[in-house]
T-cell receptor, first 115, second 112 residues
Framework: ETGVTQSPTHLIKTRGQQVTLRCSSQ?????VSWYQQALGQGPQFIFQ???????GRGNFPPRFSGLQFPNYSSELNVNALELDDSALYLC??????????????FGPGTRLTVL | SQKIEQNSEALNIQEGKTATLTCNYT??????LQWYRQDPGRGPVFLLL?????KEKRKERLKVTFDTTLKQSLFHITASQPADSATYLC???????????FGKGTTLSVSS
């Protein structure tokens, strides 16, 4: 069984640029969530995708967007990067079996630095 | 406003003692609460989930309680070991379970 993988592991961008982060969900999981974790803080929910549709969204501006593909892998896109976007971006997959009570399996994260 | 608070940013205990971490929340009505462990530079790892109608749950040396009247969860690690040193995060569900809302975490250090 393959766990959640993310790429790249580290990324440095400048303010105003755009970035795409990628996530492969755990085998058999059809739900992917993205979180932003600033230094010293807990992860903050960005959005969730279920069967290629956005299924919930946190308090993030529209320049944060995402996609989920038929194989359940996912992308997070951030446009017009700002310095405050510097953070660890975590992807988590889960198996939505019609129940809310599912643990989430997190990937190792992508560390984004915006200069 | 909605808040999740974990009692302290850091907790230092000696090996063999019981570590107790607290998670308090306000203005939420969660259906469940989860605890995760996070090591530096890594993603969180799921430990335990407790539902609103459960008072206590155990897994090996771990025990979680959930008091919806007090709006509090306690997380216990018995017979703690240096390998238990990590940051522990509590999380509540929101948006009909699609979102997990995390606390800031408590960093536990177990010394031998």
């Amino acid at each position: 069984e393959t766990g959640v993988t993310q790429s790249p592991t580290h990324l440095i961008k400048t303010r105003g640029q755009q970035v795409t982060l990628r996530c492969s969900s755990q085998s058999g999981h059809n739900t992917v969530s993205w979180y932003q974790q600033a230094l010293g803080q807990g992860p903050q929910f960005i959005f969730q995708y279920y069967r290629e549709e956005e299924n919930g969204r946190g308090n993030f501006p529209p320049r944060f967007s995402g996609l989920q593909f038929p194989n359940y892998s996912s992308e997070l896109n951030v446009n017009a990067l700002e310095l405050d976007d510097s953070a660890l971006y975590l992807c988590a997959s889960s198996l939505a079996q019609g129940s809310r009570y599912n643990e989430q399996f997190f990937g190792p994260g992508t560390r984004l630095t915006v200069l | 406003s909605q808040k999740i608070e974990q009692n302290s940013e850091a907790l230092n205990i000696q090996e063999g003692k019981t570590a107790t971490l607290t998670c308090n929340y306000t203005n939420y009505s969660p259906a469940y609460l989860q605890w995760y462990r996070q090591d530096p530079g890594r993603g969180p790892v799921f430990l335990l989930l407790i539902r609103e109608n459960e008072k206590e749950k155990r897994k090996e040396r771990l025990k979680v309680t959930f008091d919806t009247t007090l709006k509090q969860s306690l997380f216990h690690i018995t017979a703690s070991q240096p390998a238990d040193s990590a940051t522990y995060l509590c999380a509540l569900d929101e948006q009909a379970g699609t979102a997990l809302i995390f606390g800031k975490g408590t960093t536990l250090s177990v010394s031998s």
